[in-house]
């Protein structure tokens, strides 16, 4: 079936530097794309979307990039902080809003 | 503004028990998804409520069945419990044509 994956399992960058989570996805039909945070023990947070009509979009601190050609979706976090710290999934809808999610990225940041 | 919240934060059940599990959305929103997350991956739709009926659903068997009441709130109920069920259990809602969902804590579900 359709899958949305993420290259990385772990990124690990210091404080102040900036980080880029990378997600391969397969149905090229996908037209909305969907960045989430999840903390330990605590439900995802919405970070950033985009839809397929957009190459980037821009949010606080955080932009994301689409590449339609190549099926692949990024997340940039500018001056990451040890607060960023968490595990970061991409997601595509598919359907009438059935999120389609990856394994996720954990993201460690150190002061 | 109150989030979308679901109850309760933990449970444990016997293999072969029912469990239902709860959620109310997020004020303003009419439409919850239910997800389940196992240790270590990332979320699995399981199915969509909007107008108190399933409106699109995963690759879950029977036994996870739910209900969408007049006020949005939505219920969770999986029959037969395995191990396997364990997992964290999360409710979205959303607008339905909006596509943001908006995630609750989640309950954790414990089957032994």
């Known amino acids: 079936g359709e899958s949305v994956g993420l290259h990385l399992p772990t990124l690990s960058v210091q404080e102040g530097d900036n980080s880029i989570i990378n997600c391969a996805y397969s149905?090229?039909?996908?037209?909305?794309f969907i960045w989430y945070k999840q903390e330990s023990g605590k439900g995802p947070q919405f970070i950033i979307d985009?839809?397929?009509?957009?190459d980037k979009r821009q949010g606080q601190r955080v932009t994301v990039l689409l590449n339609k050609t190549v099926k692949h979706l990024s997340l940039q976090i500018a001056a990451t902080q040890p607060g960023d710290s968490a595990v970061y999934f991409c997601a595509e809808k598919e359907g009438f809003q059935k999120l389609v999610f990856g394994t996720g990225t954990r993201l460690l940041v150190s002061p | 503004d109150a989030g979308v919240t679901q109850s309760p934060t933990h449970l444990i059940k016997t293999r072969g028990q029912q469990v239902t599990l709860r959620c109310s959305p997020k004020s303003g929103h009419d439409t919850v998804s239910w997800y389940q997350q196992a240790l270590g991956q990332g979320p699995q739709f399981i199915f969509q409520?909007?107008?108190?009926?399933?409106?699109q659903r995963g690759n879950f068997p029977d036994r996870f069945s739910g209900h969408q009441f007049p006020n949005y709130s939505s219920e969770l109920n999986v029959n037969a419990l395995l191990l396997g069920d364990s997992a964290l259990y999360l409710c979205?809602?959303?607008?339905?044509?909006?596509?943001?969902?908006?995630f609750g804590p989640g309950t954790r579900l414990t089957v032994t």
């Open positions: 985009i839809r397929s009509n957009m």
């Open positions: 409520y909007y107008e108190e009926e399933e409106r």
């Open positions: 149905n090229s039909a996908s037209d909305y």
């Open positions: 979205a809602s959303s607008l339905p044509r909006l596509d943001e969902q908006y």
